[in-house]
């Protein structure tokens, strides 16, 4: 499965934050690695890269890293800020 | 420790650390200190200094405790939630606007966000802001109002706001406001500008998934020296804008020159660039810095500068206008500002 932002998604990232919103004006805080995830969402890529991606800059295992990323990502998935392929 | 300005008020060094940080050389580190810290995080949140002071935090230039740092994260936080609101205000608002045929460009806080800061949360703002050309000034007002957008000042009686007003505030249902501009300032400076010619060219920048015309580099540059000289708060964030499109943008200085000239307001460009240095205590050297320095500003114009900055009343302000009209048309702009004086309670 392979995942990218939303290019209608108005975003702005800091350490440790993130903000999204929607055009119609719905809107999202994320902390924590949200903001490094994003930034990882320019372009398409696999759930195992970006699992493996943040794993690498967080000094932590993949397994320990996975169920937060997939959880974030099925959440910004429903809210319509990233899309999904596969 | 705050320091007292040319305008006399007082700045404090945090958040002039913060607005010139990236810019020329770096000073000695400031601490935020407990004893200035809510007036400095005050400050910042008036001034949308936020994101440059946690920046300024982040590279060691100002210093914090914990706790500080946790009220500033929080406060910049805040700034940027709002942004990303703001900026899918600004593309309904030109889906809104763009529908009904109107020339318009984005400028000021998310323009200068995307295009002229290295990073775009370094650059947070409080409203967003259209240029709207001449033409279409009355179609956009009509069609934002038609839209649910809710004019805060009433409409000025006969055509004031059309033919000498710098423009209007609207604001939306959910009290996000856009600031809706026919020119960039009223009175002496303000009537003499021809605003058709910042239209000639323009920028762009991608929100919400589509493109968004934005002023050029040149034109950004003019209308930061308008809000830096003649802008209702005259704050540092204002000045750092005009230094970041000069220093870091590298806009083309002798363009925005050479339209103010065009416009008479050469003295609001010269002010603005050595006001800039002065305040954000710019040791950089810069042949735009030279211009601003050589450039003789008259009496006339110096005391319109200075009324401006003192923040007169808006008669005062628009009355400074009489010298720079047509003689034939001095009697209908003062029956306009006569009408506007009487509908105030």
Same mark, same amino acid.
């Given at each position: ?86 | ?36 810290? /809510?007036?400095?995080? *005050? =400050?910042?949140?008036?001034? @949308? #200094?936020?994101?440059?002071? +946690? !920046? &300024?935090? %982040? $590279? ?34 030109? /889906?809104?606007?763009? *529908? =009904?045929?109107?020339?318009? @460009? #984005?400028?000021?806080?998310? +323009? !200068? &966000?995307? %295009? $002229? ?229």
């Amino acid at each position: 499965m392979r995942w990218r932002r939303n290019p209608r998604v108005l975003w702005r990232t800091a350490p440790g934050y993130l903000a999204v919103a929607t055009v119609g004006g719905h809107t999202l805080e994320v902390g924590g690695p949200g903001g490094e995830l994003w930034l990882h969402l320019a372009e398409w890529i696999t759930e195992e890269e970006l699992i493996a991606a943040l794993a690498r800059r967080y000094g932590a295992d993949e397994p320990s890293v996975s169920p937060d990323v997939r959880s974030l990502l099925e959440e910004l998935s429903g809210q319509g800020y990233v899309d999904r392929d596969g | 420790m705050a320091k007292d300005t040319l305008t006399g008020t007082a700045e404090y060094r945090a958040l002039v650390a913060a607005a010139r940080h990236g810019l020329g050389e770096g000073t000695s580190q400031v601490t935020l200190g407990p004893t200035l810290r /809510d007036a400095v995080l *005050a =400050g910042a949140r008036f001034d @949308r #200094l936020s994101g440059l002071l +946690a !920046l &300024a935090v %982040l $590279d060691g230039a100002v210093t914090a405790t914990d706790d500080d740092l946790k009220l500033l994260w929080e406060q910049w936080h805040d700034e940027l939630l709002l942004s990303v609101r703001l900026e899918a205000l600004a593309v309904r608002t030109a /889906d809104v606007l763009d *529908a =009904g045929g109107v020339n318009w @460009r #984005l400028t000021k806080g998310p +323009a !200068l &966000a995307h %295009l $002229d800061y290295p990073h775009p949360a370094a650059r947070t703002f409080g409203d967003i802001d259209l240029l709207v050309h001449p033409a279409d000034w009355s179609a956009a007002v009509g069609l934002l109002s038609a839209s649910g957008y809710r004019r805060e000042a009433p409409t000025l009686p006969g055509d004031y706001d059309s033919r000498y007003g710098k423009g209007t505030t609207l604001t939306t249902a959910e009290g996000l406001e856009v600031d809706l501009h026919r020119r960039f300032a009223i009175g002496r400076f303000g009537v003499t500008a021809r605003m058709e010619t910042v239209f000639a060219s323009a920028a762009s920048v991608q929100l919400g998934g589509r493109s968004m015309p934005v002023l050029d580099a040149p034109g950004r540059l003019l209308h930061a020296c308008f809000h830096a000289s003649l802008g209702g708060f005259r704050g540092l964030r204002a000045f750092r804008d005009v230094a970041q499109l000069i220093l870091v943008t590298s806009a083309d200085w002798e363009a925005t020159f050479s339209v103010a000239r065009s416009w008479k307001a050469e003295a609001v460009v010269a002010s603005a660039i050595r006001e800039s240095w002065d305040r954000l205590e710019l040791d950089v050297e810069h042949p735009a810095h030279a211009r601003a320095t050589s450039t003789t500003i008259s009496r006339g114009d110096r005391r319109v500068l200075q009324m401006f900055a003192r923040e007169a009343p808006f008669r005062s302000q628009a009355l400074s206008s009489l010298r720079r009209l047509p003689p034939s048309e001095v009697p209908r702009y003062l029956w306009s500002l006569g009408r506007r004086k009487r509908r105030q309670p």
